[in-house]
């Protein structure tokens, strides 16, 4: 009669390690062929999209802050934040357009509506706070969040505002830059920032006020994400059980495998 021999701890120890293993190589692949089967970024690149517009002075938008100094009235002074529906209320004259007006178009506009009511109207408009004049980065950045735009910026160097690249999880090579383009459309622009992170030449992509600018996690730190989360998390709770024969009777037992002892 033959007897089956019972495997031994360590055997199966070793076993169930390459058994993870295996389980991780298949789960690789899968997401590999996942990845190969998925559809085309509908994203469009640096070169097709249309270019920001030129910042060559601060134009106003809503929500900005602007100060008001009459030179020979200082009386009617004051501080107003351009409404949703990009106005100033002011004494005397009302509501006045501000958006989209620069403060030496604005200042014109003034004078000109205080000119049957005040007998010299020099008026001047200054910025108190411009939160319509700022970028937003978002992603694998170490300081998320908005970052004033007082004039001219570049993708690189609002990330660099924004403390740089997480050298840990960042992927320069596929940056987005979503940009708003009225009427409720947002448009998304594929950057490639790897070259600048090697010192190397390349195009550089200049923004406009309101882009949100998004640094995705690499490959790998998806990747790592993703085995922690449905290898190392889900498997460990499920285990393994075996049955070896252990007596010339021919009878068996079923021993049951943690894969927290032998990872």
């Not at 031994?8 to 070793?14: E, K, P, W």
């Not at 970024?41 to 030129?54: H, I, L």
Request: hydrophobic letters at 40%; charged letters at 20%.
């Amino acid at each position: 009669m033959t007897h089956t021999r019972p495997l031994s701890y360590s055997a199966s120890r070793t076993a169930f390690s390459g058994i993870a293993f295996l389980v991780r190589l298949s789960a690789l692949v899968l997401l590999f062929a996942l990845a190969g089967c998925s559809r085309p970024n509908p994203v469009m690149t640096s070169e097709q999209a249309p270019p920001a517009p030129p910042i060559r002075q601060i134009l106003f938008r809503p929500g900005d802050v602007l100060e008001f100094k009459f030179f020979y009235t200082p009386e009617l002074n004051e501080v107003q934040a351009v409404r949703p529906d990009g106005r100033v209320h002011l004494q005397l004259v009302g509501d006045v357009e501000a958006a989209g007006r620069t403060p030496e178009e604005l200042s014109a506009q003034l004078e000109q509506r205080y000119a049957g009511i005040l007998r010299n109207p020099r008026i001047a408009v200054m910025s108190r706070s411009l939160p319509g004049q700022r970028i937003y980065v978002a992603g694998e950045v170490n300081a998320p969040g908005p970052v004033d735009m007082p004039g001219p910026m570049t993708a690189l160097e609002a990330v660099m505002f924004a403390g740089g690249f997480r050298s840990d999880s960042a992927e320069p090579a596929s940056v987005i830059v979503i940009r708003d383009m009225g009427e409720g459309k947002r448009l998304g622009i594929g950057l490639d920032l790897q070259k600048a992170v090697r010192g190397e030449e390349f195009d550089n992509f200049s923004l406009a006020p309101r882009d949100i600018v998004f640094v995705p996690k690499s490959f790998i730190a998806q990747l790592d994400q993703w085995v922690d989360q449905y290898i190392n998390k889900l498997i460990p709770q499920t285990g393994f059980s075996y049955s070896a024969a252990t007596g010339p009777g021919g009878t068996t037992k079923t021993t049951a495998i943690d894969l927290r002892k032998v990872q």
